[in-house]
């Protein structure tokens, strides 16, 4: 043996890193893959940055929202669905973060990693997606709105699915509109305001202070409140809407009296309010599959006495995400049990394999005990009886309560949130107007269109 | 044992069939898909190319009498799918033919390196003037290269042929320093081996072609390590070098810049982490089993077919199939690893080992800088990549594996003598075995080890268990130096070894200062060893080979 030939060996060494850096790159093509083929420049799935190539969305009946053929992305033929199913579908060049387009596009291009996108090149399509939406609500949605700027979310609260799901401003994406990116008008376009926003409750807040007032004071239900009109609290005042003197814990519910909530806040506390708030969903971040969700705020850790009783009618710095809003609705409704909302249903192979996404699932990012939720609910129910009018809502045993956010600049945003007690109809449902005064006025009818096409 | 079981299972013939099989397949699928009606000379481009892998096959095992084609089959696979690669992206057929005549011109180095390095003489005589081949190669590419891509590395001769002339400096660089063996011990050589080394990867750099200088400097380690087997100053070298990289990345942005990139390509996706994007988009796009020939968006990628070869691998033939090739690549190595235990000197041992670790090194930079896991060095895969000089080169290179591997001139072992004074049977060794004994090891090790392919004429000559043969072809007044030879040649890599001390001594100019020489003294009766006895050896020799071939 020949010293010369026993140095070679040196070079298995070599033999062995050069195998090791083959495992490596094996390993991040497995890991990595879902993420690299879903990047905007991957030519199979998008050209010029605009998606051409992918499976098609279909709302619950079928129809389809969007498909692609000879490689050009098509939406559905209607303008109005179009615009009103934008945001859960998402616009061709991908800026809607939260569009089933973008976040499923990988699913939709059929990728996987013994196949890459063979079946996108082999049946021209990919993986379909069928979401729970309903074209036609969305469609009413949108009309309902009205052209103004908020969102509008629907979901069934004993299944978890969500109807419809409209956020404006929106724009057709076969016919974008030229000047859109400065005109004020399509302020925060690609932003789906039922998941990604996050606006001031205004009174709607106060569904969250009852439940913590009904968990932490006993006697809750016998008090009285006595409102002049504003709440003294220490270091200032926390004025009401109206003066309506000698009011119990229901009646302050029905007539939205900040004085009385604001007094329970203060009552409660910091720590309490805080607690019930984050069993409730606040600062807590959630998903729908694999869309994430913005989170709802609640800090009262630096609030004065007043900032808190300002707090507890859902002032202050406080901020809800609309969906996070109708999870406590259906928690509500449901006797305490949260069903996660979801507008994904399944994805369907090429070879017409369906594959569940979204099934009823419990959230355990909402927790409401069964009697708070059944007190909560029959007082909700009493606001729409003896307040709003059951004529407000015909024939749909709506429970809710409004709320007119006030903002710093402009005019308050109007809320509506609720839901049908009918076992028939079991939606829940949230509503923000932006921009358009109290509550009932604005959110009230468009929430009342929806609901009715939803439960006809 | 698994090169005995090659020789003796193995029907390369039927491997032919199916490496043939697999090109007709897939040259089908590109000429389908190159244009919208079959381009008949495409047709003829493959046909002649398959045509040409067996008139080598044919000629080589049939006239030749070799048996052992790893290497070629490797290289046919690798230059198929190289042609079968331009053939699917480039409309109409002046590139694949390009291509086509860059494989001919390839396969016709190597059949000349194989020629050339089978007479050690011609070896010797020829270290000289390569070298300076090689560095008036790179002076004039220096003065006359243009920039392409950042960097001056290529010569254009009439506007019509662009060639690379640090490819063929690779073989050059190979070819020196395995030859420039004769004075080990001497640091006069080692120096001057070293100014030869330092010329190349320093043009190199002023070519700014940074990944051939690594790879130069890489092979250079290899061969100085393998010649001297002298870690401290190989580390030295090493620390010397590193620093140097340090200052070539402060002093040059265009290398700091590419640092920049590494690793974090996807936050350069459109600028200069491109090529890498793609090449990862693409290659996971593509799946296990690929999209098909022709059916990819990476090819539209500049440098598709060249730099980034690996990721249209990926994406249009699968990760299963680039995986495949990429070990074949390793197998090149472990195979010239093996072989360089069974070579008739140093010179191929050191050479095969530099050729085939060039090779890997090369496709390790290649790969693992496309898909980002290395920074990005802009070196061609070997075979695979378009281009003549890459093509050339690589062919080049495996004519060292090749040339190191015993049963590479099976029948035309009569007219090997390698009889020239600079290549005695290896000098360190001859001077160990003295004693019989190496590292205390008893020199019946070789034949006992079950792994170790004992060459034939070893076999006829000093294995113990056939001594009848020994008597019957050995000269009587060989067996006088009998109990030094045989632990010599026991002991030895090769019996060629055995017969090259005559002339060694017969010729006046020996340096004597070799350590060698004092064993030579010690076996001085071989030199009146009679030219018959030689003969009768050779043929012994030849005898036995021919009973190892058929069986």
């Known amino acids: 043996m020949n010293n010369t030939t026993k140095r070679a060996y040196v070079l298995y060494v070599f033999i062995v890193a050069f195998l090791v850096g083959l495992g490596f790159m094996l390993a991040s093509f497995y890991m990595h893959g879902n993420e690299w083929t879903a990047k905007k420049v991957n030519r199979h799935i998008y050209t010029n940055g605009q998606l051409t190539n992918a499976g ?24 109005a669905i179009r615009k009103a199913t934008l945001h859960a579908v998402g616009d061709k060049s991908s800026f809607i973060s939260t569009g089933v387009q973008y976040v499923y596009s990988s699913q939709l291009s059929g990728y996987d990693f013994v196949n890459g996108v ?6 021209n399509k990919g993986n379909d997606i069928n979401l729970t939406l309903d074209a036609e609500i969305c469609k009413t949605a949108y009309n309902a709105m009205n052209g103004r700027k908020g969102t509008i979310g629907v979901y069934n609260y004993k299944t978890g699915e969500i109807v419809c799901m409209v956020s404006t401003p929106t724009y057709d994406p076969e016919n974008k509109p030229a000047k859109m990116d400065s005109d004020s008008k399509y302020e925060g376009v690609y932003m789906n305001r039922f998941l990604s926003g996050q606006y001031t409750p205004g009174s709607t807040f106060k569904i969250i202070t009852a439940i913590s007032a009904l968990e932490n004071i006993p006697d809750i239900q016998s008090r009285t409140f006595n409102c002049t009109g504003k709440y003294h609290a220490a270091d200032g005042d926390v004025i009401c809407n109206g003066v309506h003197g000698k009011v119990n814990f229901e009646e302050a519910l029905n007539n939205s009296c900040n004085s009385a909530f604001a007094e329970i806040a203060i009552e409660l506390g910091k720590d309490k309010l805080t607690k019930t708030a984050e069993e409730l969903g606040f600062n807590v971040k959630g998903k729908i599959g694999q869309i994430n969700l913005t989170k709802s705020t609640f800090d009262v850790s630096k609030a004065a006495e007043v ?4 707090a507890g009618i859902g002032q202050y710095t406080t901020l809800v995400n609309p969906c996070r809003m109708l999870t406590l609705m259906g928690a509500i409704a449901n006797g305490g049990t949260a069903i996660k909302p979801y507008f994904i249903r399944s994805i369907v192979s090429p070879t017409g394999v369906e594959t569940a996404i979204g099934t009823a699932e419990q959230s355990d990012d909402v927790r409401i005990e069964a009697s708070i939720a059944n007190k909560v609910n029959k007082m909700m129910r009493s606001n729409v009886v003896n307040h709003y009018g059951e004529s407000t809502f015909p024939n749909l045993k709506m429970c809710g309560k409004t709320g007119t956010a006030q903002i710093d600049n402009g005019e308050s945003h109007s809320w509506f949130v609720g839901f049908s007690q009918n076992p028939e109809t079991p939606y829940a449902v949230v509503c923000v107007v932006e921009n358009s005064g109290s509550g009932l006025s604005a959110a009230g009818p ?3 269109k929806v609901m009715q096409k939803v439960c006809k | 044992m698994a090169q005995d079981n090659l020789n003796k299972k193995f029907n390369w013939g039927l491997m032919m069939i199916f490496v ?3 090109q007709l397949l897939t040259s089908t699928a590109a000429i389908l898909k190159n244009g919208e009606s079959v381009n008949m000379n495409l047709v003829i481009i493959f046909v002649a190319y398959i045509g040409l892998e067996w008139i080598y096959f044919t000629f080589s095992s049939n006239i030749f009498g070799q048996n052992n084609f790893e290497l070629e089959i490797i290289a046919f696979l690798f230059s198929g799918i190289s042609l079968t690669i331009v ?21 016709a180095v190597f059949i000349v390196m194989l020629c050339v390095l089978r007479r050690t003489d011609i070896v010797m005589k020829l270290r000289m003037p390569v070298a300076a081949a090689a560095l008036g190669l790179l002076a004039l590419n220096l003065l006359l290269a243009k920039v392409n891509n950042g960097a001056l590395n290529w010569i254009t001769i009439a506007d019509v042929v662009s060639i690379q002339p640090s490819e063929i400096v690779k073989l050059a660089f190979i070819f020196v320093g395995a030859a420039s063996l004769d004075k080990l011990q001497s640091s006069k050589s080692l120096t001057k081996y070293l100014i030869f080394s330092f010329t190349c990867v320093g043009s190199l750099f002023l070519m700014r072609d940074f990944g051939t200088a690594l790879i130069f400097f890489f092979t250079f380690i290899i061969i100085a390590f393998m010649r001297s087997g002298d870690v401290r100053t190989i580390a030295l070298v090493c620390v010397a070098a590193a620093l140097g990289a340090i200052m070539i990345i402060y002093f040059r942005p265009t290398v700091a810049s590419r640092f920049s990139t590494y690793r974090h390509v996807w936050e350069h996706i459109n600028e200069s982490g491109m090529q890498q994007s793609r090449v990862l988009i693409y290659s996971v796009s593509g799946g296990l089993f690929g999209l098909g020939i022709g059916e990819g968006k990476l090819k539209a990628v500049f440098a598709s077919t060249t730099d980034l070869v690996f990721g249209m691998l990926c994406e249009e033939w699968g990760i299963i199939v680039a995986i495949l090739v990429v070990l074949c690549y390793a197998f090149i190595l472990f195979y010239a690893i093996r072989v360089a235990r069974t070579t008739r000197s140093a010179f191929y041992a050191i050479a095969a080992c530099a050729a085939a670790g060039l090779i890997l090194f090369q496709t390790g930079l290649n790969i693992f800088g496309v898909t980002d896991i290395l920074p990005l060095t802009g070196v061609t895969l070997p075979f695979i990549s378009r281009g003549g000089s890459s093509m050339i080169c690589s062919w080049g290179l495996i004519a060292f594996i090749k040339s190191a591997d015993i049963r590479t001139y099976p029948k035309l072992s009569q007219t090997i003598l390698p009889d020239h004074p600079l290549y005695p049977p290896d000098i360190r060794i001859g001077r160990r075995n003295v004693n019989g004994q190496q590292n205390g090891r008893p020199q019946t090790r070789r034949s006992s080890n079950p792994m170790m392919p004992i060459p034939p004429e070893m076999k006829t000559e000093a294995s113990p268990k056939r001594p009848a043969k020994q008597a019957e072809n050995v000269p009587a007044d060989i067996p006088i130096s009998r109990p030094k030879r045989a632990a010599g040649t026991a002991q030895n890599t090769s019996a060629a070894g055995t017969q090259r001390k005559a002339p060694v001594q017969s010729k006046p100019t020996q340096r004597k200062t070799t350590a060698a020489t004092a064993q030579r003294k010690t076996t ?9 006895a030689r003969r009768s050896q050779a043929q012994s020799r030849t005898t036995s080979s021919d009973r190892r071939t058929p069986r």
Do not use: C, H
């Open chain 1, 56 to 79: 098609a969305i279909y709302d619950r009946n079928g129809t389809a929202l969007v498909y692609s053929k000879d490689g050009k992305r098509i939406y559905n033929e209607s303008s």
């Open chain 1, 118 to 123: 063979y079946n996108l090149k082999k049946y």
């Open chain 1, 307 to 310: 900032d808190l009783g300002w």
């Open chain 1, 446 to 448: 468009v929430v009342n």
């Open chain 2, 20 to 22: 043939t099989a697999f």
């Open chain 2, 87 to 107: 053939a699917s992206v480039y409309p109409g057929e002046s590139m694949t033919f390009k291509q086509l005549l860059s494989i001919v011109l390839g396969l």
């Open chain 2, 524 to 532: 001085s009766a071989r030199s009146t060893q009679p030219t018959t």
